[in-house]
């Protein structure tokens, strides 16, 4: 069974670090896209990074470009988020995705996702 699993969120002070992790089982990483997005309480979902299989090329969102990290470890069948710098508006649950054809426009897009981790943002 195709599953993905994320961990690693939690509570953080403005201006420090967390990295997520995405577990998949049930398939193989390496011939999916992989991206991020999150949701926010109120707010609609926002891609925030997706990494091509095909050259690994990676796209991020302005909200999060220069301080979040995509990176994915084939023998791991994992994915990570590295998050520095993180400020207040980065709250909220953080999901990873996969995709079969194409990093999606808006990075929010997946063919399946897990159930997310939080991330709490608090001084």
């Known amino acids: 069974q195709l599953q993905l699993v994320e961990s690693g969120g939690g509570l953080v002070q403005p201006g420090g670090s967390l990295r997520l992790s995405c577990d998949a089982s049930g398939f193989t990483l390496d011939r999916y896209n992989v991206g991020w997005f999150r949701q926010a309480p109120g707010l609609v979902r926002e891609g925030i990074s997706c990494?091509?299989?095909?050259?690994?090329?990676?796209n991020y969102a302005p909200s999060v470009k220069g301080r979040f990290t995509i990176s994915r470890d084939n023998a791991k069948n994992t994915v990570y988020l590295q998050m520095n710098n993180i400020e207040p508006e980065d709250a909220g649950v953080y999901y990873c995705g996969v995709v079969a054809l194409a990093c999606p426009r808006y990075m929010d897009s997946y063919d399946y996702w897990g159930q997310g981790t939080q991330v709490f943002v608090s001084s």
């Open positions: 990494m091509s299989v095909s050259d690994g090329t990676t």
